[in-house]
Nanobody, 115 residues
Framework: QVQLVESGGGLVQPGGSLRLSCAVS????????MAWYRQAPGKQRELVAG???????NYVDSVKGRFTVSRDNAQKTMYLQMNNLKPEDAAVYYC?????????WGQGTQVTVSS
């Protein structure tokens, strides 16, 4: 059974950094594309960053140059390094993973950016 466990969220001051992790449990499958989404109160969920199985990454314009997505295929884990955080980055961050033709979602981790 596939499960996604996210960690690394928390409270940080503007300009600070956080590193999110998304660990995929289970065995007997190959992980395809992975991505981070976020949803702020009253807003739609948006794609923040995605990474293919070969490591090709893409970002929403608002985080380019500040966020870096990476993955460790051996550990079945995806990361999101977030630097120079801004108040508008505050949201619940979700990881999304494709295994075969099915998408899986994590439970979400809260990121709060406030002084």
């Amino acid at each position: 059974q596939v499960q996604l466990v996210e960690s690394g969220g928390g409270l940080v001051q503007p300009g600070g950094s956080l590193r999110l992790s998304c660990a995929v449990s289970g065995s007997g499958f190959s992980i395809g594309n992975m991505a981070w989404y976020r949803q702020a109160p009253g807003k739609q969920r948006e794609l923040v960053a995605g990474i293919t199985s070969r490591g090709s990454a893409n970002y929403v314009d608002s985080v380019k140059g500040r966020f870096t997505v990476s993955r460790d295929n051996a550990q079945k884990t995806m990361y999101l390094q977030m630097n120079n955080l801004k108040p508008e980055d505050a949201a619940v961050y979700y990881c999304n993973v494709w295994i075969g033709i099915r998408a899986y979602w994590g439970q979400g981790t809260q990121v709060t950016v406030s002084s």
